[in-house]
Every structure is written in C-alpha cells, then in structure tokens.
C-alpha cells in the first residue's frame, strides 16, 4: 500500500464515537430482548421470563368498544406532561377505592412503570451514589440506577422479603449512607414473595435515619386474589417525602398501553414534569 492510500484509508476509517462515561453502563434487558426471541416461536408459550398477562386476559373487546366511543371527540394534539386532566382526576377517584388514597398534587402520569423508575433515579442517583437493592431483582429496575452511575448494594431475599435486619451490617461496610432504596415490596419480581409490615417499618426507620428515598414500586399490589393486604408504605407513613411510588396499568389492563404514575412528594411534582419533558 503505497503512503497516498494509507492516508486515504486513516482519513476514511470509522471514527471512534464520543461516548458520554455512562453509555457503558446502559446494559439493556435480558428480560425485554427475550420477547424477540419468543415472537419468533410459533408454538405456544408461557411467559415465565417476565410479568406479562397472557393475551386471553386483556379485555381487547371492551378496549375495542372504549375506543370506538371516544374517538368521535378524541384531541390527538400535544397534552400536559404531568397527563391528561380528566384521567388524573379518574386515577384520584379510583385510588380512592384503595388502601391508599392520593391526590392531584402527588400525582404524574408515565410511560409506564420503566418511565417512573428512570425519573426516580434521574432525580436522586448521582454517579457513585450508593443504592440499595432486593437479591434477586427486577433487573430493568437495578439497570436504571446503574445507568446513573449508582453502586449498588444487594440485600438477600427470603419468604418475608427483604432482610432488613441485615442492612444496617451491610450498608455500614459500605462506608457510604445510601441515597435510595429500591424494592418491590408486595409479590416481588422474581421471588413473588412479599415483605412483612414489620419488616416495612423497620425499613422505614432505617430509611429516616439515612435520608433515603425509598423507590416503592409496586405493580402487582393491586392483584391479590388470597389472603389479607398488608400496608403499604404510605399507609404506614402517610404523605412521608422520602416515599417515592411507582405504579402501572401494565398488570391490572395490558402493558401495550404503556400507562402508568408516580405518587410522590407535591415539592417533587415539578420536577417530575420538568424531567418528563426531557423524555417524552
């Protein structure tokens, strides 16, 4: 190759991308990529890999027959970030109906449940932060604090949930105060087990005397078909800042909707929308 053709080739190369530091943090879903593999498969499957309703329980009709009524007035114009009027004030009548009640201040709609644990940790994760999280975990949940830079700390599991009787040993060998903790308190994903009420308020004080933010997400508390509810967080600590919830329609209507809301401090309500904006 004579020297005008290896100049050629270096002014022609693929450049080396810019990449900001946190790219390589952004691991992806092995549960989500598995749905490519599953479309490819032409026999029947049941879905253990993620918490997916079976297609036979999403009421496709009755979404059917909603749909053709409301199309006639429907406005396909941009809407409030924090949601649609008439649906918050829907979500607040209907959380009405359960253990916890809420308010339109508390309330912004999402993309889902993924939207309002990206924004949970967009306002509280900063690079080197220390997070705490269930072993084993949803790991689109711990992927996000990962994709902040958190550091995370993994607290076994057991039949009553998290084993907060080990956090204050473990956190302490940290040398750090963690800034978040991350659960799925009520039919965890994957174990489905589901943390005791002493439990949640032993990690209620730890979180107090920490100043953490506990991200309480909690999809499938609403499914209960056996057995008694135990309190939730808000119920046992009402209207506490350091509880920031998530919840969605993906289980109790279908996950294509991609609806779901963050129930959180009235001071964060603002910057929840401020951070919507920058998503979607």
């Known amino acids: 190759m004579t020297t005008t ?6 002014r022609h190369s693929a450049p080396t991308l810019p990449l900001a530091g946190r790219a390589k943090d952004l691991v992806g879903s092995m549960i989500d990529s598995s749905t490519s593999l599953l479309a490819a498969q032409s026999h029947d499957i049941v879905r253990f890999a993620m918490g ?13 027959q909603i749909a053709g009524e409301i199309l006639d007035h429907a406005s396909f114009t941009y809407g409030a970030t924090e949601g649609e009027p008439r649906l918050l004030q ?6 009405a109906t359960t253990p916890d009640p809420s308010s339109l201040d508390r309330l912004v709609i999402t993309t889902g449940g993924m939207q309002g644990l990206d924004l949970a940790c967009k306002l509280f994760v900063d690079p080197g932060d220390l997070v705490i999280v269930e072993s084993p975990t949803y790991t689109n949940g711990s992927a996000t604090a990962l994709s902040y830079g958190a550091q995370l700390l993994e607290v076994p ?5 998290m084993q ?13 105060t963690p800034k978040a903790i991350y659960t799925i308190p009520t039919f965890q994903n994957p174990s ?12 209620l004080r730890l979180a107090h005397t920490w100043g953490s933010v506990i991200i309480d997400d909690d999809p499938y508390g609403l499914l209960r078909f056996a057995g008694s509810d135990i309190p939730t967080f808000q119920t046992l600590s009402p209207g506490d800042p350091l509880i920031f919830s998530v919840r969605t ?20 309500r603002q910057l929840l929308i401020n951070g919507k904006q920058a998503m979607d």
């Open 192 to 203: 489905g087990v589901t943390m005791s009420e002493e439990r949640r308020r032993e990690l």
């Open 249 to 268: 329609f993906s289980k109790i209507l279908a996950p294509g909707w991609r609806v779901g809301w963050v129930d959180a401090d009235p001071s964060l």
């Open 5 to 10: 053709e290896t100049a050629y080739q270096n």
């Open 164 to 176: 907060v009787d080990q956090l204050e040993a473990l956190v302490a060998r940290t040398r750090q």
């Open 157 to 161: 599991v057991d039949d009553d949930g």
């Open 90 to 95: 829907l979500l607040v009548d209907y959380l």
């Open 52 to 64: 997916s309703p079976a297609d036979e329980a999403v009421p496709a009709h009755e979404f059917r």
